[in-house]
């Protein structure tokens, strides 16, 4: 069998890459957005720029979510990671009274090293999965996959335990934050001219 009749033959028996279709472009370009805000939100010296820039790369992953047909994934992207995680970033930027402007000292002089780790473990990921998932392919055209009704009955049947696990762990975490906030600095001078109570002795005058 000649070469063009083999690739005749492979593109009219299943779905192939040289015939792209709309949602696979979307899928793509997507994909490069999101990449290019996750470079910004690890190279900008503004922290809260990259906590901004940091939105918008988990706002694109749940855009590749739902073009997957993953729709209950994708909200619960957007309600935690969107809703909750970036939310107590800005907190904690809020609570530690970081700058606004440019952060000089934000470089830690190891991003070489980081560079280096980020693409042993992009290339780790990519290996893995295109390994497990090397003749899967996705219809979507057809019926929803990634359903609430689907996710769910897997979620509460087969993963009930790390599920709550990950509840209890979110919970310490936030009792945590919580207590580390009200802490008093004996430093700090708003304690310091805080007036005594009425069962305190004054100092002399």
Do not use: C
Not at 1 to 23: D, E, H, K, N, Y
Not at 101 to 115: C, E, F, H, K, V
């Amino acid at each position: 069998m000649s070469p063009a009749a083999t690739l005749a033959a492979a593109t009219t028996t299943g779905p192939g890459f040289l015939s792209p279709t709309g949602i696979e472009i979307a899928f793509l370009l997507v994909g490069l957005a999101t990449l290019g805000a996750a470079l910004v939100t690890v190279t900008t010296k503004q922290l809260v720029h990259a906590a901004l820039w940091l939105v918008v790369a988990l706002g694109g992953i749940a855009v590749e979510y739902l073009l997957l047909t993953a729709e209950f994934i994708a909200w619960v992207q957007v309600l935690i990671y969107l809703g909750s995680v970036i939310v107590l970033l800005l907190f904690g930027l809020m609570l530690t009274k970081a700058p606004i402007g440019r952060s000089p000292d934000a470089d830690s002089g190891n991003r070489w090293i980081a560079l280096g780790v980020a693409v042993v473990a992009a290339v780790s990921l990519v290996w893995v999965v295109v390994d497990a998932f090397r003749t899967t392919w996705i219809d979507l055209d057809g019926p929803v996959q990634g359903s609430t009704k689907v996710s769910g009955e897997i979620l509460f049947q087969h993963w009930v335990l790390p599920f709550e696990a990950l509840s209890v762990l979110l919970l310490a975490a936030l009792i945590g934050a919580i207590v580390l906030s009200r802490r008093n600095d004996p430093a700090d001078p708003a304690d310091a001219a805080t007036p005594a109570g009425p069962g305190e002795k004054k100092g002399r005058r």
